[in-house]
């Protein structure tokens, strides 16, 4: 698969503050791709520059292998944290207008911003004005400005913030049905089961540097422990727990983490000689809050 993005040495400093630090990664074409840390590592600095909001310091920034510094305008969505709706304006005048900076033709414009609100099923907020509408819906129409275009490149930070389960499922079915037609997700969040469930690809930032990347399952695996589950038909016997040396209060489960010389083929031998009935085997990986947690914090105590 195609880089769609690529960033190169990225720099921006503020004041003697270094809000990226020699930031260097791709995001392919057609994914979703994460990009986190906690408040304050440089993320938005990096969108940004990725948008031409700012400019780096140094490095360079490539869509499709060009450069933004030079593309008058780059193929790019963008849904800030902060919304950026104009609040006095109606809901389709200006949608539209917002797609004719585009470069869409009025009628274009038009029939574009239709098909969205149709998709939605929000024609009837044509003639709203942005204040009249609660938070979700604003969401809903900063999402439509988003992606109206058909930018190649989508970057959404938080774009769950203030909608139900409904409204959340819905923006989440149009993303990956974006990334299936091709368009590149760069995508914002810090509530890391979002990032588990969508994202194929995430780098993690801190204090304006990249403190881990890769696939997401590669990640997972990196950081496992070898703990496993195993569950059984049966209550297990105190006494199995104190010959396996663990502490359990689940009383159809154990949940151990192998030492460096054991082998987890020993352990259901051991419980097969011991006439319990295995159920089912699945091994813990840790979760992303709490590799996100684990990482942040080792980089803060070195």
Same mark, same amino acid.
């Given at each position: 698969?195609?880089?769609?993005?690529?960033?190169?040495?990225?720099?921006?400093?503020?004041?003697?503050?270094? /809000?990226?630090?020699?930031?260097?990664?791709?995001? #392919?074409?057609?994914?979703?791709?994460?990009?986190?840390?906690?408040?304050?590592?440089?993320?938005?600095?990096?969108?940004?520059?990725?948008?031409?909001?700012? *400019?780096?310091?140094?490095?360079?920034?490539?869509?499709?292998?060009?450069?933004?510094?030079?593309?008058?305008?780059?193929?790019?969505?963008?849904?800030?944290?902060?919304?950026?709706?104009?609040?006095?304006?109606?809901?389709?005048?200006?949608?539209?207008?917002?797609?004719?900076?585009?470069?869409?033709?009025?009628?274009?414009?038009?029939?574009?911003?239709?098909?969205?609100?149709?998709? =939605? !099923?929000?024609?009837?907020?044509?003639?709203?004005?942005?204040?009249?509408?609660?938070?979700?819906?604003?969401?809903?129409?900063?999402?439509? /400005?988003?992606?109206?275009?058909?930018?190649?490149?989508?970057?959404?930070? !938080?774009?769950?913030?203030?909608?139900?389960?409904?409204?959340?499922?819905?923006?989440?079915?149009?993303?990956?049905?974006?990334?299936? !037609?091709?368009?590149?997700?760069?995508?914002?969040?810090?509530?890391?089961?979002?990032?588990?469930?969508?994202?194929?690809?995430?780098?993690?930032?801190?204090?304006?540097?990249?403190?881990?990347?890769? *696939?997401?399952?590669?990640?997972?695996?990196? =950081?496992?422990?070898?703990?496993?589950?195993?569950?059984?038909?049966? !209550?297990?016997?105190?006494?199995?727990?104190?010959?396996?040396?663990?502490?359990?209060?689940? #009383?159809?489960?154990?949940?151990?983490?192998? #030492?460096?010389?054991?082998?987890?083929?020993?352990?259901?031998?051991?419980?097969?000689?011991?006439?319990?009935?295995?159920?089912?085997?699945?091994?813990?990986?840790?979760? =992303?809050?709490?590799?996100?947690?684990?990482?942040?914090?080792?980089?803060?105590?070195?």
């Amino acid at each position: 698969m195609n880089d769609l993005l690529q960033l190169t040495q990225i720099n921006k400093e503020y004041s003697s503050v270094k /809000a990226v630090d020699n930031v260097s990664f791709s995001v #392919a074409g057609g994914s979703i791709f994460g990009l986190l840390g906690p408040n304050g590592a440089g993320k938005t600095s990096l969108i940004r520059i990725i948008t031409g909001i700012t *400019h780096a310091d140094s490095g360079q920034v490539l869509l499709n292998g060009l450069d933004t510094s030079v593309l008058k305008n780059p193929s790019i969505g963008y849904m800030p944290e902060e919304r950026g709706l104009y609040k006095k304006m109606k809901v389709g005048e200006q949608l539209v207008y917002l797609c004719r900076l585009k470069g869409f033709t009025k009628k274009d414009a038009e029939a574009a911003v239709v098909y969205w609100m149709r998709k =939605f !099923e929000i024609e009837s907020w044509w003639n709203k004005k942005i204040e009249e509408l609660s938070k979700g819906m604003s969401q809903k129409i900063q999402f439509i /400005a988003t992606v109206v275009h058909k930018p190649s490149l989508i970057i959404l930070d !938080e774009p769950f913030s203030g909608l139900d389960p409904i409204n959340s499922n819905l923006i989440k079915d149009e993303i990956i049905r974006l990334k299936n !037609e091709g368009s590149s997700i760069l995508f914002s969040t810090h509530r890391m089961e979002q990032v588990e469930e969508m994202c194929e690809e995430i780098v993690l930032m801190n204090k304006g540097k990249v403190v881990l990347n890769g *696939h997401v399952n590669d990640i997972r695996n990196r =950081f496992k422990e070898n703990i496993y589950e195993i569950m059984t038909y049966e !209550e297990i016997p105190e006494s199995i727990y104190t010959s396996l040396k663990i502490n359990n209060n689940k #009383a159809k489960s154990i949940i151990i983490q192998l #030492a460096e010389n054991q082998k987890l083929n020993d352990i259901l031998k051991y419980l097969i000689d011991q006439n319990i009935q295995i159920k089912s085997l699945r091994e813990l990986l840790p979760t =992303f809050n709490d590799i996100f947690i684990r990482t942040v914090n080792e980089v803060n105590y070195e």
